[in-house]
């Protein structure tokens, strides 16, 4: 069975600092990695994902996050952290590979991110 | 840009009773999804379609929960006889294809049982 564990229930930076929001995973094969984010009172939002190639992916808001195979690591970062980013962010990981149709995406239990002015 | 759209955003209703949710995917989207968020944030999934094709229903409590995604027509979420455990927050999404690989997420309904 595939799992995510975000270790952290709550990360808290202060403003202009470099941020890391942690997520291992477990699943068969390659992994598909993703981060969302969620604002309050809202749906998901995609920020990034891996599916191959390059460990370091870029995303949306100056996000970026880094693919670790052999620590099952896919740690979300940003270089200088703003207010505005203060959300809930949720890693998930599914199979890699397309046979079957679309395969089941299993969601961390999320990481809520406090930037502090 | 487009958007996944649910309805109704609130919805209360007393043990037993009904609750139906409704989700439009976005236009030309091919698979659509229903989670289910409770306490603690966890996303629990619930079911998924591949046009109106169940494609897996392993998350589904199949006693009181069923779903439907009907040509031309809204995707459907109900629960017959509602209980306390089913408050939550339900969220539908949608994905272009097989190829594509990221969930686009619906703003959610939140469904109170009293």
């Known amino acids: 069975a595939q799992s995510v564990a975000q270790p952290e229930d709550q990360v808290n930076v202060a403003e202009g600092n470099p941020l890391t929001v942690k997520c291992t995973y477990s699943?068969?094969?390659?992994?598909?990695l993703f981060w969302y984010v969620q604002y309050p009172n809202r749906g998901l939002q995609f920020l990034l994902k891996?599916?191959?190639?390059?460990?370091l992916v870029k995303g949306s808001y100056g996000f970026e996050a880094e693919f670790n195979k052999s620590q099952t690591s896919f740690h979300l970062k940003k270089p200088s952290a703003l207010v505005s980013d203060s959300a809930l962010y949720f890693c998930?990981?599914?199979?890699?590979?397309?046979?079957?149709?679309?395969?089941?995406?299993?969601f961390g239990t999320g990481t809520k991110l406090q930037v502090i002015p | 840009g487009e958007e996944v759209a649910q309805t109704p955003k609130h919805l209360v209703r007393g043990e037993g009773q009904k609750a139906k949710l409704y989700c439009a995917p976005i236009?030309?989207?091919?698979?659509v999804f229903w989670y289910q968020q409770v306490l603690k944030n966890e996303f629990k999934f619930l079911i998924s379609?591949?046009?109106?094709?169940?494609?897996?229903e392993t998350g589904m409590p199949k006693e009181r929960f069923s779903a439907k995604c009907l040509p031309n027509s809204p995707c459907s979420l109900e629960i017959q006889a509602t209980k306390l455990e089913d408050s939550a927050v339900y969220f539908c999404?949608?994905?272009?294809?097989?190829?594509?690989?990221?969930?686009?997420f619906g703003p959610g309904t939140r469904l109170t049982v009293t």
């Open positions: 999404a949608s994905s272009q294809s097989r190829q594509s690989y990221e969930q686009y």
């Open positions: 699943v068969s094969g390659n992994p598909y």
């Open positions: 891996y599916i191959t190639g390059d460990n």
């Open positions: 998930a990981v599914r199979p890699g590979g397309n046979s079957g149709g679309y395969q089941k995406v299993t």
């Open positions: 236009k030309g989207h091919s698979y």
């Open positions: 379609f591949q046009n109106e094709n169940v494609f897996d």
